[in-house]
């Protein structure tokens, strides 16, 4: 149940993300609506996982999905560089997110 919580957190933050890559862009309510509203709704859901899981491990893999995540949606959708540097990093971070779940279960 806890990486359930920690996932459906991971998926909001990448929403908050999109919605501050607009924000940023243009400040309108609806942007700000889903900027805060996806930060927001991704800490009240990442909260309730604590009680599954250890927090260092939650936090951890919360922070480095939605990093990863909105890396991801930035190269793909925002025009991001793609270039191998930013590519062997966002490895690196998806290598770490899964060496911290394999080690936490």
Do not use: D
């Amino acid at each position: 149940m806890g990486w359930i919580f920690v996932l459906l957190a991971s998926a909001c933050e990448i929403t908050g993300g999109i919605g501050l890559h607009y924000f940023s862009q243009r400040r309108t309510l609806r942007n700000g609506l889903v900027y805060f509203g996806g930060l927001g709704v991704s800490l009240a859901l990442l909260y309730p996982s604590f009680q599954y899981l250890p927090v260092s491990v939650a936090y951890a893999v919360w922070t480095g999905i939605g990093t990863a995540g909105i890396v991801i949606v930035n190269m793909m959708f925002f025009g991001e560089s793609k270039n191998g540097l930013r590519l062997a990093s966002l490895t690196a971070i998806i290598i770490g997110v899964v060496g911290l779940k394999a080690m936490g279960s």
